[in-house]
């Protein structure tokens, strides 16, 4: 779905020199959609991302450098879905010679997890199906190439090089998953983010918080979230960088005063990614560190049945 947003002369230096070298001005919001760009767009590219490590997309606001930044760029790729809730304003009040595409919203409905009781709204956090996000890559691939059709060539190798690296990925979290017990293949986090997870690789997922870390979570919550845990004897619950960990250590207290320990099997990327030039400053290692943090906490350990692996 396209937009048409404004123009500006307030360009950056970087997107000066990325127009003076033939090079497509793109910017992005999330670091999952950054990621993609620069890998199928490449030499081609010149890509600023507005969201860094531990940054919380639904809670984000648009800094006065971020509209001049999005004003100076000739493609804008933001997740849509209300992912970016608290720009949208910026998104709407812009027209004008950018190009603006919201990659959640390039794919089907069909292939969508429609939010309960939301008047047709949709979970804005596919990235965590591969298989889907996969979707997203090629969706960026063919807006390169309608952008600019002598890019063709590049663009088309590198996507594939890419695709072929995801498909790989999505067959080894499925594996990953198997040394799990499918009894305790239960995801339990800081908000409802990891559904499509869930739906792609087997899992049952609660979270604390809704879909948006916008809604608050209730004492209420944290009580029910508790009682769960205990009835089923979930053995791991899991926070999250990008939001607090005030509210999971609650729920750890009250499942505790309800004579059951649950331990916090560790930190997952949900809505951001880890640091740049780390293994989780990529979505490949960022998933890779997803699913081996919840297998260690789940099922077998890592370590324990790679070292069996290569005895054999």
């Known amino acids: 779905m396209f937009v048409l947003l404004v123009g500006s002369g307030c360009d950056t230096k970087s997107q000066n020199d990325a127009k003076e070298d033939g090079k497509i001005r793109i910017v992005t919001t999330t670091g999952m959609i950054t990621d993609v760009v620069k890998n199928v767009g490449g030499e081609k590219v010149d890509v600023i991302g507005l969201m860094g490590p531990g940054i919380d997309p639904h809670l984000y606001k648009a800094t006065g450098k971020d509209i001049e930044r999005l004003t100076s760029a000739d493609i804008i790729f933001y997740n ?109 986090t800081a ?35 508790a009682t769960f845990i205990t009835e089923r004897r979930i053995p791991a619950i899991f926070v999250e960088t990008s939001v607090s960990v005030k509210n ?12 059951y320990d649950v331990e916090i099997g560790g930190e997952l990327f949900s809505d951001a990614m880890g640091g740049e030039g780390t293994p989780e400053g990529t979505y490949i290692g960022m998933v890779r560190h997803n699913i081996d943090t919840i297998v260690s906490a789940l099922g077998i350990d890592v370590e324990t049945q790679n070292t069996h692996t290569e005895e054999n």
Do not use: C
């Open 80 to 188: 849509g879905l209300h992912l970016e809730s608290k720009m949208a304003d910026v998104f709407g009040n812009m027209s004008g010679d950018t190009k603006s595409f919201a990659v959640a919203e390039s794919v089907s409905k069909e292939s969508l997890l429609p939010l309960p009781d939301s008047n047709g709204h949709y979970d804005p956090h596919l990235w965590f199906d591969v298989s889907l996000w996969m979707k997203v890559v090629e969706n960026v691939r063919d807006t390169l190439i309608e952008y600019k059709p002598d890019i063709k060539a590049d663009v088309s190798r590198n996507a594939k090089q890419y695709l072929d690296e995801l498909t790989q990925l999505h067959q080894d979290v499925k594996a990953q998953v198997e040394r799990i017990p499918v009894e305790q293949r239960v995801l339990i």
């Open 191 to 225: 908000h409802d983010a990891f559904n499509y997870f869930g739906n792609a690789y087997g899992f049952e997922v609660r979270g604390l918080q809704g879909i948006s870390t916008v809604a608050k979570a209730s004492i209420a919550d944290v009580q029910q979230l």
């Open 248 to 259: 999971l250590e609650a729920v750890k207290d009250a499942v505790k005063s309800k004579g």
